[in-house]
């Protein structure tokens, strides 16, 4: 009997198990979908490829743009694109396609160097998207945007962007603003190195911007090296304010302003600028301020030296004194009463003595050390002693002449192409006596660009440019801006 009712337990409790067929509808169930990322929460990879497209989804764009991979050859190793690139992309089929165009340094999708944009209009949502990626990508070098419609607001963005920490050059070419928010890339603190605004339509205004970004007498850009302005029809007043930047700016190294409408007035601001120069009121305030600020940071350092020199000898005593006190206390104890009111007594004496000695050989430094400091400021007013090379109004060649100051001019430019503009040859002696003058001085400027100007080609003075810039540095001709085909191009 017993051996019957087994199978009957059995199958009861095969029947009895209602959790198992529980478990096996709940693993039927489809899983909980994953919260949606959004755009702010995306963490960029430095891949191009995947963070673009990612990027632009994020934003709910239904056309995304592709990305275009270029592995640029081994003899391409310039910064910046090359100017006959927008020529051969604007009589492309390719003309007007929107795609984004990177170029890597290697197979590796993570060295882009380059990333271009050309001929066809960018929105704020894709623009938005690519500054998005600019920080992850730390081996981007250059940012180019040609003709792509770019507005103020997205130039300020970019300005305010912390960019990847090896980005030096930006183009910005053919994107004229209303605002000309261009200045902003050229701030004190920016890291750029290489700016090219060219047909961008500048004018007067943008370009009193941006010579107030080169230099005023509290600021000025310290890393840009070359800055191009071609195309930008800044005219006579526009190439007067470039000129203002570039009295103290001491950085700048290549200058265009080719094609620009500038005449003999523009071009006789910038050749004064390469000359000696005249300290305006404003410098001169500036400078005297600056001066000052030196006298006093000397003064409370040497009065900071000489408190703690003091503080130190009067330390000193008093630890003797007490090193004293301690070892008569201890050798003589039987008379501590008449001891202990005796080393009171020569402590007192021993520490009032040289503190007050130091306090008058202190009262005498005091008394010497302005005079001292003033006789200083008197010479280098008068003889030009350098208290700070690295601002120009304090260098030691600022000197006083007849009652007057001056400096000279800028010594920092190595090219300056003037190609193209107004120029007649009532300007060609000014440029001329500059050359002269940076001879003189010690100057860089190695090539000065005056083709296609209003002055015959034999006139006596251009020949003579001419020849003492025969021997003009080969490199920095091929980066000095635009050159005469280029400007048939545009």
């Known amino acids: 009997m017993s051996r019957k009712k087994q199978p009957k337990d059995k199958v009861v409790q095969e029947v009895e198990e209602p959790p198992k067929v529980a478990d096996t509808k709940s693993h039927q169930q489809p899983p909980e979908p994953a919260p949606v990322q959004t755009f702010d929460d995306y963490h960029c990879t430095g891949n191009v490829e995947v963070d673009f497209p990612m990027l632009c989804s994020l934003l709910n764009m239904k056309d995304v743009p592709p990305v275009i991979r270029q592995i640029p050859s081994a003899i391409d190793s310039d910064v910046t694109f090359k100017e006959d690139e927008d020529a051969k992309l604007s ?5 007007g396609t929107p795609f984004l165009c990177i170029e890597l340094e290697n197979d590796d999708p993570l060295c882009t ?118 195309f930008n029809n800044i005219g006579d007043a526009g190439a007067a304010h470039i000129a203002q930047g570039l009295r103290l700016n001491n950085t700048l190294v290549i200058l265009s302003l080719a094609n620009n409408n500038i005449g003999d007035a523009g071009a006789t601001s910038l050749a004064m600028t390469l000359g000696e120069l005249t300290l305006q009121h404003k410098e001169i305030v500036e400078r005297r301020r600056m001066l000052l600020h030196k006298i006093q940071s000397s003064l409370r350092a040497d009065l900071e030296q000489t408190v703690g020199g003091h503080l130190s000898v009067i330390h000193s005593t008093s630890s003797k004194g007490d090193t004293k006190s301690a070892v008569k206390k201890k050798n003589k104890a039987a008379k501590k009463d008449e001891k202990t009111t005796e080393t009171k007594v020569k402590r007192g004496s021993d520490g009032k003595r040289p503190q007050s000695r130091t306090m008058k050989s202190g009262g005498k430094e005091k008394l010497s050390s ?6 200083s400021s008197i010479l280098t ?62 100057g860089n400027l190695q090539r000065l660009v005056l083709q296609r100007n209003l002055f015959p080609a034999d006139a006596e003075c251009y020949v003579k440019i001419k020849e003492m810039k025969a021997l003009a540095d080969p490199l920095v001709e091929q980066n000095s801006g635009p050159t005469e085909e280029e400007a048939k191009e545009t």
């Open 113 to 230: 160097r380059k990333v271009k944009i050309s001929g066809w209009k960018v929105n704020y949502k894709i623009f938005k998207a690519v500054l998005k990626m600019l920080p992850s990508v730390t081996t981007l070098q250059c940012l180019h945007f040609w003709q792509a419609a770019l507005s103020d607001p997205m130039v300020i963005s970019l300005a305010n962007t912390s960019l990847g920490s090896n980005l030096r050059a930006v183009t910005l070419e053919g994107n004229p603003l209303l605002q000309h928010s261009f200045h902003l890339l050229l701030s004190e603190d920016s890291n750029l190195t290489h700016l090219s605004l060219r047909n961008n339509r500048i004018g007067e205004e943008g370009a009193r911007l941006i010579g107030s970004a080169l230099s005023t007498c509290k600021s000025a850009n310290k890393n840009l090296l070359s800055l191009n302005l071609a």
């Open 381 to 442: 007013e008068n003889q030009g002693e350098a208290l700070d090379t690295g601002n120009p109004l304090l260098m030691q060649s600022v000197h006083r002449r007849d009652g007057v100051l001056y400096m000279p001019g800028n010594t920092t430019l190595t090219s300056l192409n003037l190609a193209g503009n107004k120029i007649t040859e009532k300007s060609l002696p000014l440029f001329l006596a500059a050359l002269e003058r940076q001879e003189d001085v010690g």
């Open 370 to 375: 302005p005079q001292e400091d003033k006789s």
């Open 91 to 95: 009589a492309s089929p390719l003309r």
